[in-house]
């Protein structure tokens, strides 16, 4: 498909590239092509697919939004997201294992793990009453 917007995205992937000190090879091989002949294509209009998109604002460190010219924050920035941890799956281990670089002792590790599990407790409770 050729758009207006391809060239937005061959301009926006050049000028990032340009600050990351990459020429279009180097973001066209890093993104999984063999040539960089797909990245020029945009500049004559042509609108990549999302997952090719997606791949060089991969590649770029940078985010698909802003090669569409959809936010002018062209730094990725790390997602605040945290992954659930169900501490019943938890060994004792596997929770605190040191602190300060220092082995914890069992009966240490045993207090921790308590007071992690309540923590969460509190907090589901929390989550219900909303």
């Known amino acids: ?3 207006k917007n391809g060239y937005v995205i061959f301009s926006k992937i050049q000028e990032i590239a340009n600050k990351r000190g990459m020429s279009i090879r180097q973001v066209a091989l890093k993104s999984g092509f063999n040539s960089p002949n797909a990245i020029y294509r945009y500049k004559q209009g042509v609108s990549p697919r999302k997952t090719t998109l997606n791949a060089i604002a991969e590649a770029l460190h940078t985010t698909p939004e ?3 010219g959809e936010t002018d924050d062209w730094q990725k920035h790390k997602s605040a997201q945290t992954k659930k941890i169900n501490l019943d799956e938890l060994e004792d281990d596997t929770v ?3 602190l300060n670089g220092k082995p914890l002792s069992d009966n240490t590790k045993k207090r921790y ?3 992690l ?3 969460d407790e509190t ?3 929390n989550k219900q009453r909303k």
Do not use: G, Q, V, W
């Open 1 to 3: 498909m050729t758009t």
């Open 66 to 68: 802003y090669l569409l």
């Open 96 to 98: 605190l294992a040191t």
């Open 113 to 115: 793990y308590a007071l």
């Open 123 to 125: 907090d589901n409770e």
């Open 117 to 119: 599990k309540a923590l």
